[in-house]
């Protein structure tokens, strides 16, 4: 069994940051890409960010030069730093994750974590 575990979500005023966090446990051999995908009320979920095993990051346009995705690989763990957060920067945010684990690779999904951009 694997379980993406995110915390750090929350609410934050227009131009604040917030830092996001998910690890990855359980029956794991290896992590290949990990990521950030994003769903706001009404609209399909996105890719976010998302960083290979080898620190290589692609990022969806409207967070280039504002959100920072990196990891950790002997933690298992992905980030996502959110600055200069907008009010469209609202979703609920879900970690992603390319798993090889018991003879089989999975993609991976958190359970979620709201963002709120509101003042």
């Known amino acids: 069994q694997v379980q993406l575990v995110e915390s750090g979500g929350g609410l934050v005023q227009p131009g604040g940051s917030l830092r996001l966090s998910c690890t990855a446990s359980?029956?794991?051999?290896?992590?290949?890409?990990m990521g950030w995908y994003r769903q706001a009320p009404g609209k399909q979920r996105e890719l976010v960010a998302a960083?290979?095993?080898?620190?290589?990051?692609n990022y969806t346009d409207s967070v280039k030069g504002r959100f920072t995705v990196s990891r950790d690989n002997a933690k298992n763990t992905v980030f996502l730093q959110m600055n200069s957060l907008k009010p469209e920067d609202t979703a609920v945010y879900y970690c992603?994750?390319?798993?090889?684990?018991?003879?089989?690779?999975?993609?991976?999904w958190g359970q979620g974590t709201q963002v709120t951009v509101s003042s």
């Open positions: 960083i290979t095993s080898g620190g290589s990051t």
């Open positions: 992603n994750a390319d798993i090889y684990s018991d003879g089989h690779e999975y993609d991976y």
């Open positions: 359980g029956s794991i051999f290896k992590i290949y890409a």
